[in-house]
Structures are given as structure tokens and as C-alpha cells.
């Protein structure tokens, strides 16, 4: 047995070695089981996952169409164990190695040979709806980042980030209702990433415990803002008009993706005109704390989460109360 053989059987030792730590660190429901379910098995594992971790995608489930039902939650439960691989083991090199083997079970899957409940869905859902693989990988490049990247340079970067984090889960949305083209492609982008940005200016005093500032640098030493001022947790005058600036930059993106929505079928416009103003109204929630995210993070309550649902549906019955049709900037 040569140097390098030894080598390569240590480093394979130490690889497993750290997957079994992260997996210890997360739902044991999560893991590998012994034998691959069924599709039938799969897909439930997958709805249960959807239906009970994410409030917002359950409301939204109820506006599709049954048969596409099982497609959105097969794609909701790679994004949440994709998402939950990078954030919630709390050791970056066990985080890694994690998110390697998961790219490498998402290549088994691409190759006819999906083990876990979330590929063995997926490998249906990507089949009946020509998905190709990088939106899937996509994600992964950016769940990685996280465990790397916790600064950015300028808009640009930090948009780059939104490109790998949350670009690739509206293009998956449009595959899996049956639409491939560039321009709702590029409106998708513009929504999503208006969204994350949206997340990021809401999640300032959170992200900051995880030590991450999504904050273009770039902006914050134009306005005069410093990470110890962000640390301290004081919305000083500066601070404030830095957040000001950040909310209009998302708000302008959101006008930007709002055509989307006249221009799919009645049930994923329901679901757009619905994320569409819950992230609208995350800007509003922090315009309303004189944007001061730091003291305390703002929040939808939960009637305004009921009265945006129902004006999402009255735009399925009436379109022209659709975001879409309306004047860029404006909410019904």
C-alpha cells in the first residue's frame, strides 16, 4: 500500500468522520435511511416536511394545483435540508462536508441511483418537469459561501450571493409549473432576490450573532456606519439613513420582478402576488421602526399576514387587484 493510498483512506476516514458528527447535530430523520423508499414514502416524508417547518409555504401550497402539490414539496425539502446542512450544525468543517456529500448524493440522484426520501421525490419531480441540475447545485454554492463568506464588498456581491441563495428557488418554481424562458427567468431573479434582500435588512441583529454582515461595506462607509455600531445594537442617525437607502435598493427590485405575475397561470400568480407583498411589507414593517432593525427585529403580525393572503386571492377571482397590474411602488 503506497503514501498516498494511506493518504487518500485517511482523509476518506476523516470525511465520514465529520458527516456522522453533522448528522448527530440534526433531525435524526434527516439521515440516510438503510434502503431507499419508495416514491410513494418519499413524497410523504417530503409533504411533511413541507407542512410543518415553513408556515408561509404551507399558505401557499393551498393556491396550486393538486397535482402539482407533490413537485413543490419534494423542491421545498431539498432547499430546507440543503439550507439546514449549512446552518444549523454549528461546525463549519462538519457543515462542509455535509453539503459535499449532498452534492454527491444530487449527482446519484441526476444518475438513476437516489437513496434518500427527498432525492428519490426529486428524481420524479425533475423527470416530469425537465428540471437540469444547476438551480439544485446552485444552492449548494451558496450554503457553502456561508460557511466562508461572512462580509461583502458592494450591492454587487452581495446581489452575486443572491444569485447562488435565492435566484435558483424561484427558477425551480417556474420549471415545475412548465416555464423555461429568459425573461420570466430574469423577473423571478429580480423577486427573489428582492426578497433576500428584504430578509437581510429584517435580520441585520440576527445576523450579526451568526458573525455575518450582509451589509455592502461599500454603503456602510458611505454612510458612515461601522460594525461596532451594528454590534452595539444602536440605530444611530447614520445607521438609520444607511437602512433608508437599503430598503429603496430591494423596493426597486421588487418593481422590477412584479410583472412575473401577469404573466403565469392563475394559481402561481396567487403564490408570486403573495410573496410579493409579504416581502413589501417586511420594508414597510421596517420603515414603521424608523428602521431600526438593530434594538429589535421587525415583524409581520399575523393579521396582516391573513389580509395579504386574502388580497393575493381576490387577485385569482379579480386580476386587476394583482400587484402586477398595479402602479410599480404600490400595494392594494
Not at 47 to 66: C, D, G, I, M, Q
Not at 221 to 241: H, L, N, S
Not at 271 to 300: C, N, Q, T
Request: charged letters at 25%; proline letters at 5%; glycine letters at 6%.
Amino acid at each position: 500500500m503506497t503514501t498516498a493510498t494511506l493518504h487518500s483512506d485517511d482523509d476518506a476516514l476523516r470525511q465520514d468522520e465529520l458527516v456522522a458528527g453533522g448528522w448527530a447535530a440534526l433531525p435524526a430523520s434527516y439521515r440516510m435511511p438503510a434502503t431507499a423508499p419508495t416514491l410513494e414514502e418519499a413524497r410523504a416524508w417530503c409533504r411533511r416536511l413541507s407542512e410543518s417547518h415553513y408556515e408561509n409555504f404551507h399558505v401557499a401550497s393551498w393556491f396550486l394545483p393538486k397535482a402539482l402539490r407533490p413537485h413543490f414539496h419534494s423542491i421545498y425539502a431539498y432547499c430546507r435540508i440543503s439550507d439546514d446542512l449549512g446552518d444549523e450544525v454549528g461546525d463549519t468543517a462538519q457543515a462542509l462536508a455535509l453539503l459535499d456529500m449532498w452534492g454527491g448524493e444530487l449527482d446519484a440522484c441526476y444518475e438513476g441511483r437516489a437513496r434518500h426520501p427527498v432525492f428519490v421525490a426529486l428524481a420524479e419531480t425533475i423527470r416530469a418537469c425537465s428540471i437540469p441540475k444547476e438551480p439544485f447545485a446552485d444552492l449548494l454554492t451558496a450554503f457553502r459561501q456561508d460557511q466562508t463568506v461572512t462580509r461583502y464588498r458592494t450591492m454587487h456581491d452581495v446581489l452575486e450571493y443572491c444569485r447562488y441563495s435565492a435566484n435558483p428557488v424561484g427558477r425551480l418554481v417556474l420549471y415545475a409549473c412548465g416555464y423555461a424562458d429568459e425573461e420570466r427567468f430574469r423577473l423571478s431573479d429580480a423577486t427573489c432576490s428582492a426578497l433576500q434582500l428584504a430578509n437581510f435588512w429584517q435580520d441585520v441583529s440576527v445576523d450579526i450573532g451568526k458573525g455575518r454582515i450582509y451589509l455592502p461595506q461599500e454603503d456602510m462607509q458611505r454612510f458612515d456606519v461601522t460594525e461596532e455600531t451594528i454590534m452595539r445594537g444602536v440605530a444611530t442617525p447614520e445607521f438609520r439613513a444607511l437602512l433608508d437607502y437599503e430598503v429603496d435598493f430591494a423596493r426597486r427590485l421588487f418593481d422590477e420582478g412584479l410583472p412575473l405575475i401577469g404573466m403565469v397561470g392563475r394559481d402561481l400568480a396567487v403564490d408570486l402576488d403573495l410573496f410579493s407583498r409579504g416581502g413589501l411589507e417586511i420594508l414597510r414593517a421596517i420603515e414603521k421602526r424608523d428602521y431600526d432593525v438593530l434594538s429589535a427585529r421587525p415583524a409581520i403580525s399575523k393579521p396582516t399576514k391573513l389580509a395579504l393572503a386574502l388580497r393575493a386571492v381576490s387577485g385569482k377571482a379579480l386580476p386587476f387587484l394583482r400587484l402586477g397590474m398595479r402602479t410599480p411602488g404600490t400595494a392594494a
